[in-house]
Structures are given as C-alpha cells and as structure tokens.
C-alpha cells in the first residue's frame, strides 16, 4: 500500500502548492496576491517534471496511462493557467486600486487558483485509480471546484445561471455513477478495479456477467457521461460555456473531460473487450456495445446539428464539445485491438491523442474570444460571444485571426492541421472494428461541422470588417497572457503535427489484455480484509430470492 | 495488519433477529426505490432546495446498497465506500447551499424556470 504513496509525488506536489496559494491569495499586500499565478505555474511544471520522473505503478491493465494523464494535465494546465489570467477579481482589484480598502471575503482570486489546481489534481489522481473509492473521488474533486470557478468566473447573472445548471446535473451525472459504482461492487464484492475484473472475467467464462452488475457498468457509464458531455447528460454544455469566461470554458471543455474518459476507459477495461483471438478486434459484451453505440452516435448527430442553428460562438464551441465527445465515442467502443497495436488500430490510444488534440485547439478558440472584449448592453465591458463580433478580425488583429481560422479549422479536421491527425485514428479504428455504420455516420457528422468551422474561420479571416457605431467597437483585453495562450494554441495545432508527439498517447493507451480468463491473482491485488474473508456465501444473510439475482462472486 | 485479517469475522454471524426476514433484495428494493424518487423528483420539481435534496436522496440511495452489498459480502469496503460518500454529500451540500443563496440574492426566488436567461 505504501509504495503507492510514492507514485503520487506529483499529485502531492500540487495539492501542497495548492493549500499555499489559497492562503497567500489572501493577503492585503497586492504584491503577494500577484503570486498566486506563478506559483501555480511552478506548482505545475513541478509536478510534470515529478510525473515524468516518478516511477509509474504500473500494476493495472493500463500500466502507462497514469504518467500520460499527469504530463497532459501539466502541460496543458501551464496554457490554461495563461488563458485564465484576469479572470478572477478584475473589477475588484481595480476598485481596490482606487482606494478602496482590500476586503479579503469579497475576493476571489484565493479560491480561484487554489480550485483550478483542485480540479487539476483530481483529474492527475483519476489517472492514477486503482480503486472505484478513488475513482469516485477523483472524479467529485475534479467537479466540484469547476462548480464554483463557473459562479465566481463573471459578475453576471449568466454566470450564476450556469454554475447552477451546471451544479445541479453535475450532482445528478455524479448519484448516478455513485450508484452504478455501488452495483458493480455488489456484483463482484470487490471495488478493487483488477480485483472487479478478475471477477467479471470469471462471471464471463461461467455463463456470463450477472445482471447486477452489469446494470452497474451502464448506469456508470450514464453518470460519467456527464463529465464527458455526452448525449443523455449534455444539456448544460452550450448554457454553462456561454454563461462562464472563456478561460473557464476551455478548462470545462479539457479538465472533466480527460477525467471523464480515463474514467470510462478504466471502468470499461474491467469488462475488457473480448475477442475470440489475440489477432482480431476485441468488443464489448453486449448491453455496452449498443449502448456506447447509440450514445456515440447520437452524440455526434445532436452536437453538430445544433451547432449549425447557433449565433453565439461559445455556444457552436459548447455544442462542438459535444460533438468530439461522440467522435471520442467511436475510438472508445472499438477498444485497444490486438495486442501491440498502432495508434491507428487501438482505439484507446486514439481517444487519449484526440484528447490533447481537442484541448489545443479548443483552448485556442476560446483564447481568442478572451482576448476580445466589447460594452454590452448594460454598459459593462464582455467579452465578445456573437459572430458578427469576429467579423473581419483580420484587418484590425491578424494574428488572433488566424489564430481564430487555424484552431476552428483544426477542430474540424483539416488535412495539414493536427485536428487531422487526431482525426484519422479514429477513423481507422472504427473500421478496423468493424463498426462500418458508425463510421459513416462520423463521416457525415464531419460533413455537417464543417459549415460552422468554416464559417468561423470565414467570419475571421475572409470577410471585411463592417463599421461598428461608436460604443460598440471590439477593444483588446488588458490581459496580455491570453494572448500568449491563444498563440501557443495556434502554433501547437501546426507545430504537434509535425513533430510526433502521438508516442506518447499510445503508451498511454496500451492495454494488457488478459483472454484466459482469470489471469491476475486477486489474492495479490485485493485489499486485506476482503483476501482473507472466506468464501462464506452460504453464511451470509440473503434469501433465496438474493441468492437467485446475485450469484456467489467472491472471486478469489 | 492484524486488525485488518481478523476484521472480517466481526462482520459474520446470523442477522439479528429483528431484521431476520429482510434479505439482500429488501434493501436493493428501498434503495431502488429511494434512485427513482430522488430522479423523479428532480425532473418534476422546480424548487432549487427541493431538486438539491433529490439528489441527496439518490446519494443515500446508493449508500443503502453498498452498505447491503457489505454485509452480503461479509467485507468492510462497501462501509469504507459510504464513510466516504458522506463526506462527499456533504461537501456538495456547502456548495449547493452557497450557491442557492447567491442566487437567491440577485432574484429574491428560488423557482428555477426564473433563471432561464441562456438557451438556444
């Protein structure tokens, strides 16, 4: 148990930063206060060189999937870090500014940084599960915070209207995978995830998972959905994107998402995906497949058709997001493959790389709205939402422009972009699947993006800028680090495409796949009390009809 | 480690004669029960406290199974499971709370079909 303790240096790492910058985001001294950013920034790169160094525990079935998840966690909070800078307490550090007396309980900027890095840690630590209590409590402390940064991100009502949305089904996504997670333990008898496999591959070999516990997996499956923004649970995506900062809604876009997918991908390795031999293309057992079928399908076709109807470009981004996480769908259902297998054939690998591909160039979109700003019509300084505001960027900011141009275009899949190269594994993997159906479909749901990409990207770079009456023009932020951020973004979508970082994301995704029936020796992996708990099913206090649902499954 | 291997013995023995008919399937019915009436209630009801309280029954919901499941099991990581779901509840019970006040703040209600200022 100890030696687990040492593989989490990283996460330690940052909690520690954590706990500091909530206290010194406290301080009347303004000068101290301005510390919170960089030493979060530290914070992070600490933690990423500690990640890369820290030898992994690589016990489960996903051996490399944890150091992906802390490199990509820091890599891509550093960015996010740039791009939330101004977020929190700009009007009020500006009054305070003026003279007004620095009041610690009306600000904000503590809790901000101090929760962002929250978030980050339970997303490094969802990685790392071995375990459905940790699984849960990972994925509950990479919400949670996300619930109040959305609240304190604007002083709008807006804001306060979609941290609400956001709260509210975010509890629901969360009591439903909380239950999914309590009948997965009761039809295994074990949360241990190698320990739950072990037992399922056992159900598997003897006639079958039994009901309870599949009933778990879907409803597990549902519940996380929410966290991915996936179709039965993607109601609150445009309204929570639109209502908070840009800089929020990319993080929203990245941070439960990633949780959310490793988190799936961990559940769903439990069951494994069982082909008939170690060449052929595993699948699903039965109720999963068709689920995650219908989910991904419908979740591409919901996402971008809504998209098409929408004005406001934080909501076509949250729409999109919905979208990507149906095209994730497909590279998720079609499973690791064959042992040993490419990026193009392990779907696995394929998500976890489309993860960072997503992130980019979303990041990047949402940059440039967070470097924009314009008076609404309360007389209030916002930033830029509606696609006439973009209108002829070019000649005023070229370089947000195409900034702007080359991330949507990425989103959308272009050839020489990194949107692309995410792209096609996921292609590949769908057919090599076999799911020829759903690839078509993603074909065509690729088709429909591409008319409010490109719309976008024409509203950026291609028209000319119309005369706006005086009050209404575009002006620049005061937060030159969105810039960067915006930047970084629009060269990684060129830049990662050349360079090969996918290696990475294979490791990541590499899956120790396990036919013969119950390979790992439970005995070894599971928790003491339950080692050493007898198979004492007929002292247990169950009827007959208990007996007939759930089935003796202690495996061990 | 000691405590830990002998731990599971504690946990076996006859059911109490008080609850001596209530099976595995009894508890799984209520908390059955208690899912579809914390997602009920969430769906019908518009009333912001009311809504969070629903998905607080769904939490216990699933605090009632694994704690069956425990005893069925005859190990303690179901009961580990809800000492944790607890703190968790409770956690999200603040943040409910706070948030329910802001709102209550700008609007003086708590009827959530009045905060429907984002859509399309």
Redesign the interface.
Known sequence: MIEKIFTLWPEITLFVFTCVVMILGLSRSLSVRRLCAPLSAAALAIAGVLALTTTPDAKGALPHLPLFVKVLTCAVGLVLLLQLAGTADRGYETRVARGEAFDPLRSTRAEFYAFFLFSLTGLMLCGNASD??WL??AL?LTS?PT??MV?ISADR??A??????Y??LG??G???F??G???I??GT???DLQGIHAALSQQMATGGINSIAMAGLVLSVIGIAFKIAAVPMHFYT??VY??SSSGVASMLAFVPKTAGFVALILVLATVGWVSTSPATHGQLPEPLHSLLWIMAALTMTVGNVLAV??N?IK?MLGYSSVAHSGYMLVALLAGPGPEGASLTRNGLSAVLFYLIVYAVANLGCFAVLGCLEKTSSDGKSEEIDHIDDIRGLISTRPLLAWVMAVCSLSLLGLPPLLGFMGKLPIFSTGLAAGEIVLVVILGLNSAIAAYYYIRIAKNAILEQSPVRPAGEEIRDAAVPARQFAGIIAGLGTVVLAIIPISSLAIDGGTFRHSRSGVTNSPAQTL????G??EP?TA?????P??DA??PPT?AR | MNLLSIAPTLAQGPMPTEMGGATLFHYLLVSAIMFGLGLIGFVTRRNLIIMFLCTELMFQAAGIALIAFSRFHLNHTGETFVIFVLTVAAAEAALALALVVLLFRRKETLDASSWQDLKG
């Not at chain 1, 306060?160 to 949305?165: C, F, L, T």
């Not at chain 1, 928790?527 to 339950?530: C, I, K, L, Q």
């Not at chain 1, 002292?539 to 009827?543: E, K, L, N, V, Y």
């Open positions: 459905l209590i849960f409590l509950e949670l619930y109040v609240a009502n807006s306060k209207e979609a941290a609400v949305k709260f509210f509890a629901l969360a009591a439903t909380l239950y997670f309590a009948l333990y009761g008898g074990t949360t445009p309204d639109q209502g109807m929408q406001s909501r928790p003491a009390p339950v050493s708990a004492a002292d247990a206090p169950t009827g009809v208990a649902t759930v202690i």
